[in-house]
C-alpha cells in the first residue's frame, strides 16, 4: 500500500482474516483426505476443492497484484488475480460522478464492495455486458451499472478514510457514499 503522506490511495492483494481462514481450513481438510481410511470418492472431490482452493487463496494473497486504486488518472479496478490483465479496468475522472461502498447479502454473510458510478455513455469495463446487467439486476441492492464497476473487498483491505482523502484530493466535490 502506498505510504500514509502520499495522495494516492491503492490497496493490494495479501493476507486478511478470510484469506487465513480459508487457507487453514483448506490445510486441514487437506492433510485430513490424505489420511488413510479415507474413501476415494471423498479425496477425488475433496483435494482438488481444498488443496486447488487453499492454494489458489494463497497464490492470490502472495500475488500483491493492485486490488483498487485512486490516483490522478481516475480509478483503477484491479481484476481477479486468475485473469488480471482480462478482468482489470481503469475508469478515468471525467467518467465518474461518485463512488459508492456497499454490502452483498450470502446468506447469513455479507461482502463488502466499492464501486464508482459513472457518466451516461461511459466506455464498458470488463464483464459489462447485456446479460451481466440483466442478471445483476435481480441479484444486487445497487444499479447493475455501479455493480459492473465494483470490487468485492475481500483479500484485500479497505481503508475509508484514505478513501475519502484520496478522492477529496485528485477530485473535490465527487461523492463517497456508504450504503453499507
Same mark, same amino acid.
Given at each position: 500500500?502506498?505510504? $500514509?503522506?502520499?495522495? *494516492?490511495? =491503492?490497496?493490494?492483494?495479501?493476507?486478511?482474516?478470510?484469506?487465513?481462514?480459508?487457507?487453514?481450513?483448506?490445510?486441514?481438510?487437506?492433510?485430513?483426505?490424505?489420511?488413510?481410511?479415507?474413501?476415494?470418492?471423498?479425496?477425488?472431490?475433496?483435494?482438488?476443492?481444498?488443496?486447488?482452493?487453499?492454494?489458489?487463496?494463497?497464490?492470490?494473497?502472495?500475488?500483491?497484484?493492485?486490488?483498487?486504486?485512486?490516483? *490522478?488518472?481516475?480509478?483503477?479496478?484491479?481484476?481477479?488475480?486468475?485473469?488480471?490483465?482480462?478482468?482489470?479496468?481503469?475508469?478515468?475522472?471525467?467518467?465518474?460522478? $461518485?463512488?459508492?461502498?456497499?454490502? +452483498? +447479502?450470502? $446468506?447469513?454473510?455479507?461482502?463488502?464492495?466499492?464501486?464508482?458510478?459513472?457518466? =451516461?455513455?461511459?466506455?464498458?469495463?470488463?464483464?459489462?455486458?447485456?446479460?451481466?446487467?440483466?442478471?445483476?439486476?435481480?441479484?444486487?441492492?445497487?444499479?447493475?451499472?455501479?455493480?459492473?464497476?465494483?470490487?468485492?473487498?475481500?483479500?484485500?483491505?479497505?481503508?475509508?478514510?484514505?478513501?475519502?482523502?484520496?478522492?477529496?484530493?485528485?477530485?473535490?466535490?465527487?461523492?463517497?457514499?456508504?450504503?453499507?
Amino acid at each position: 500500500m502506498a505510504t $500514509g503522506s502520499s495522495p *494516492e490511495y =491503492e490497496a493490494r492483494y495479501g493476507w486478511d482474516r478470510r484469506t487465513v481462514g480459508v487457507v487453514a481450513v483448506s490445510a486441514v481438510f487437506t492433510v485430513a483426505l490424505l489420511l488413510p481410511g479415507i474413501p476415494l470418492a471423498a479425496r477425488i472431490l475433496g483435494l482438488p476443492l481444498f488443496g486447488a482452493g487453499g492454494l489458489f487463496m494463497a497464490y492470490v494473497a502472495l500475488s500483491r497484484k493492485v486490488a483498487f486504486r485512486v490516483d *490522478e488518472t481516475g480509478v483503477l479496478l484491479g481484476g481477479s488475480p486468475a485473469r488480471y490483465a482480462a478482468t482489470t479496468g481503469h475508469v478515468p475522472w471525467a467518467d465518474i460522478t $461518485g463512488f459508492v461502498l456497499w454490502r +452483498q +447479502q450470502a $446468506g447469513d454473510a455479507s461482502l463488502p464492495y466499492v464501486g464508482v458510478t459513472r457518466r =451516461e455513455g461511459a466506455p464498458a469495463l470488463p464483464g459489462d455486458g447485456p446479460t451481466a446487467r440483466a442478471v445483476l439486476a435481480h441479484l444486487v441492492p445497487v444499479p447493475a451499472d455501479v455493480a459492473t464497476a465494483s470490487r468485492a473487498v475481500t483479500g484485500w483491505r479497505l481503508d475509508k478514510n484514505r478513501l475519502v482523502a484520496a478522492v477529496a484530493h485528485f477530485a473535490p466535490g465527487i461523492p463517497v457514499r456508504d450504503l453499507s
